[in-house]
């Protein structure tokens, strides 16, 4: 399985950047996917996370309201549109793929890791 990300980039605060991530090679049932994100100097924490299967994204309070993950049209593809960025929001994202059972919030159920985009707000 292999987790292809996109976009980040560097945006001033208040500014709005996309990230987009496709799974290939997924072949097994309906999985969860997420983004996570860890800044410089601190532990890894959760962004926002689905169940692929349907039903409502799941987001880290820091971020509701000011992100918004959907799912693509392409199978096992995520969006994640991030608006009114902020510094704090700094960091290297990761998309992320937990095969079933999986809860879509506990970040140890995910074993396929992408290889991360950077988000830099300044």
């Known amino acids: 399985v292999q987790l292809v990300e996109s976009g980040g980039g560097t945006v001033v605060p208040g500014g709005s950047l996309n990230l987009s991530c496709t799974a290939h090679?997924?072949?097994?049932?309906?999985?969860?996917m997420g983004w996570f994100r860890q800044a410089p100097g601190k532990e890894r924490e959760g962004v926002a996370q689905?169940?692929?299967?349907?039903?409502?994204?799941y987001y880290a309070d820091s971020v509701k309201g000011r992100f918004t993950l959907s799912q693509g049209s392409a199978k096992y593809t995520l969006h994640l549109r991030m608006n009114t960025l902020k510094p704090e929001d700094t960091a290297m994202y990761y998309c992320?793929?937990?095969?079933?059972?999986?809860?879509?919030?506990?970040?140890?159920?995910?074993?396929?890791w992408g290889q991360g985009t950077q988000v830099t707000v300044s």
């Open positions: 992320a793929l937990a095969r079933p059972p999986c809860i879509a919030t506990r970040s140890d159920d995910y074993s396929w």
């Open positions: 689905i169940y692929a299967g349907g039903g409502s994204p």
């Open positions: 090679g997924y072949t097994y049932r309906t999985p969860c």
